[in-house]
């Protein structure tokens, strides 16, 4: 079963839309284009910065959120009711004043974002989108056949599991808190960050099991 929570208004996005540049996009892709031409950068260089920041510095807020929450119930109680105020708190915070909303996955149920009109992200917790989540397929399919989607990431779900989907927007994102991984007991938060992944706290994976980093 899968639910799909909408309820909020896109037409306020001040964001492109689909294959359209922004003037700045625009612009960044200009500079790009003349610096590659006349030698000055590797593209692949500019791959591989953006690379890291979607995937490992950008993420690592969130996953100190996440592994707080995992470690003191009085946080995770907090980030349930005023995720804002919480992860703010940590000193995370959005430059647009966007709300924040934590969903908690539990054995029963698994949450999973997506943004079906653009590619609304909780950036300050997770840094720059992955490509695929602003691609078309992911943002329409998340919602229509979210199983489906979740097992070309690998992950597939019990049938008993149910699939929550939620539609960021400009003004309210979401962030997946992965359920804590067995045989966890002895870490600390950093060692318990290092197992929350962005794409677990995007809701397309799960959070590593400790054995994963030795
Ligand atoms: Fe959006």
Redesign the pocket.
């Known amino acids: 079963m899968s639910e799909h929570h909408h309820g909020h208004d ?1 037409h306020d ?1 001040d ?1 492109h839309h689909d294959n359209h540049f922004t003037d700045m996009e625009a612009r960044v892709k200009a500079l790009e284009t003349v610096l590659t031409e006349k030698g000055l950068i590797d593209p692949a260089a500019i791959d591989a910065i953006v690379e890291t920041y979607e995937t490992k510095i950008g993420p690592r807020n969130g996953a100190r959120v996440v592994a707080k929450a995992w470690n003191d119930a009085e946080f995770a109680d907090w980030l349930k009711r005023d995720a804002t105020a919480a992860i703010a708190s940590l000193g995370y915070t959005g430059r647009q004043g966007e709300h924040m909303r934590a969903v908690f996955n539990t054995t029963d149920t698994h949450n999973l974002v997506v ?7 909780p950036w300050s917790v997770l840094g720059l989108p992955p490509v695929w989540y602003k691609a078309p397929p992911y943002r329409s399919r998340a919602v229509i056949d979210p199983r489906g989607v979740l097992a070309e990431f690998g992950l597939t779900l019990s049938e008993d599991t149910r699939i929550r989907v939620w539609d ?3 003004e309210l994102r979401y962030l997946v808190v992965p359920e804590r991984p067995a045989g966890t007991d002895g870490l600390d938060e950093e060692q318990l960050a290092d197992l929350v992944t962005r794409d677990a706290m995007i809701g397309t994976g799960l959070a590593l099991a400790p054995e994963a980093l030795r």
């Open positions: 896109h996005h964001h943004c079906t009109l653009c590619s609304c992200y960021s927007t400009a």
